[in-house]
Structure formats: structure tokens, C-alpha cells
């Protein structure tokens, strides 16, 4: 009966075990390179050419009607492998504000 009980634990230890390595496993991240970002007409735009994995544009922008500035994100896009990157893109007048700077951020 010890025999069995021994190896009742030893088995529930492993899964113990097991299950910790995989919670504590890293999260998948973003593979993108030759990225680039432009304003257009006070639209932010990024958009990544090699790679794969999400990303989203993200600028700072200057409220036309108070006396500061902020960063807006634009939406996640996803790049596929092996094909071309679609563009993120945000607008400053939809927000109120100008656009003085904008950059890809890879997630």
C-alpha cells in the first residue's frame, strides 16, 4: 500500500511540476524589422516590411485647443510571413489635435 501511495504523490508532483513550466512559459513577441512611419495630412501611418507578428503606429499629437501633447495608439495590425505589411494607421483631426511625430511599436 506504501508503493502505491508513494507513487500517487510522485505522480501528482510531476504534474505540479509540469503545469508550473507551463504557465511560466514566455509569451510569443513580434518579429518585424524594416519598419517605417510617416505623417500623411495629419494621419499617422506605420507599416513593417519584413518579419512577421502585430504592431500599431503610435504618435504624438498636439491638442489644437489645450496647452499640451499626447500619444495615441493606432490599431493592432498583424504581419503575416512572406507578405507584405498592412498599415496602421491613426488620424489626428478625428482626435482633435495635430500630429508632430509618429513610430511603429512592434508588440
Not at 5 to 32: L, N, R, Y
Not at 45 to 74: D, K, M
Amino acid at each position: 500500500m506504501k508503493i502505491v501511495k508513494k507513487a500517487m504523490i510522485g505522480a501528482s508532483m510531476a504534474m505540479v511540476v509540469s503545469s508550473a513550466v507551463m504557465v511560466g512559459a514566455a509569451p510569443a513577441h513580434a518579429e518585424v524589422w524594416n519598419c517605417r512611419s510617416y505623417i500623411e495630412q495629419n494621419v499617422g501611418v506605420g507599416l513593417c516590411e519584413a518579419g512577421f507578428g502585430p504592431y500599431q503606429v503610435r504618435v504624438s499629437c498636439a491638442s489644437a485647443h489645450w496647452p499640451y501633447t499626447r500619444e495615441i495608439h493606432g490599431p493592432v495590425v498583424s504581419k503575416s510571413l512572406n507578405a507584405p505589411g498592412p498599415e496602421s494607421r491613426v488620424s489626428g483631426s478625428a482626435n482633435g489635435c495635430h500630429i508632430t511625430s509618429a513610430w511603429v511599436a512592434a508588440l
